[in-house]
């Protein structure tokens, strides 16, 4: 299985703040990397596809960036709503994995 | 725009089997070339993918689960289904079924569209 490794765990940043999640493969995954954020008690919502394709409707403040082993989510200037858990995911090869997650919270 | 909702019990017992039916509304699960899936989240933890579908049937696992999920597909009902066997504590966790976007194919792709969840705990 592809690991994928998240850092950091957690984050705490200020509204208004630029803020980085990084994301690592364990091995080559092309630009098939998908970035998820999730609030408490609700399900995942898609934000970045194919590394950095913005999902209809997604703030353009997000972007992701990267190839290969090396990704990023980067959101140029945090909103209050954004403080929530981001993930990873590789769709290069079955089984798909995520990563351990990223929980950005309010400093 | 798809919605998709999880329906089952909330309670299994050690070693039975826990099963979960998604139900898709707002598109046909079978006129579009789309595969479906099952996801799922221990409380506190990460997310872990269990299988998918493709509207034909074909399906495919995490070999993590070690064959004990079965996946199928009820075109009559709009629906796709998740039966997870011998079933311990290990396997309480929220379960979210999904829809890839249609035409892609199973790798190089992603999860649009998420059910809200149903927590389903393994306890006697």
């Known amino acids: 299985d592809i690991q994928m490794t998240q850092s950091p765990s957690s984050l705490s940043a200020s509204v208004g703040d630029r803020v980085t999640i990084t994301c690592r493969a364990s091995q080559r995954i092309n630009s098939n990397l998908n970035w998820y954020q999730q609030k408490p008690g609700r399900a995942p919502k898609l934000l970045i596809y194919?590394?950095?394709s913005l999902q209809s409707g997604v703030p353009s403040r997000f972007s992701g960036s990267g190839s290969g082993t090396e990704f990023a989510l980067t959101i140029s200037s945090l909103q209050p709503e954004d403080f929530s858990t981001y993930y990873c995911?590789?769709?290069?090869?079955?089984?798909?994995?995520f990563g351990q997650g990223t929980k950005l919270e309010i400093k | 725009q798809l919605q998709l909702q999880e329906s089952g019990p909330g309670l299994v017992k050690p070693s039975e089997t826990l099963s979960l039916t998604c139900t898709v509304s707002?598109?046909?699960?079978?006129?579009?070339?789309?595969?479906w899936g099952w996801i799922r989240q221990p409380p506190g933890k990460g997310l872990e993918w269990i299988g998918s579908i493709y509207y034909s049937g074909i399906t495919y696992h995490n070999p993590s689960l070690k064959s004990r999920d079965t996946i199928s597909i009820d075109t009559s009902k709009n629906q796709f289904s998740l039966k997870l066997s011998s079933v311990t504590a290990a396997d309480t966790a929220v379960y979210f079924c999904?829809?890839?976007?249609?035409?892609?194919?199973?790798?190089?792709?992603?999860?649009?569209?998420w059910g809200q969840g149903t927590l389903v705990t393994v306890s006697s």
């Open positions: 194919a590394a950095s």
């Open positions: 999904v829809s890839f976007p249609p035409d892609t194919s199973i790798v190089a792709s992603y999860f649009d569209y």
């Open positions: 707002g598109g046909s699960i079978s006129s579009t070339p789309y595969y």
């Open positions: 995911q590789q769709s290069n090869a079955i089984p798909y994995t």
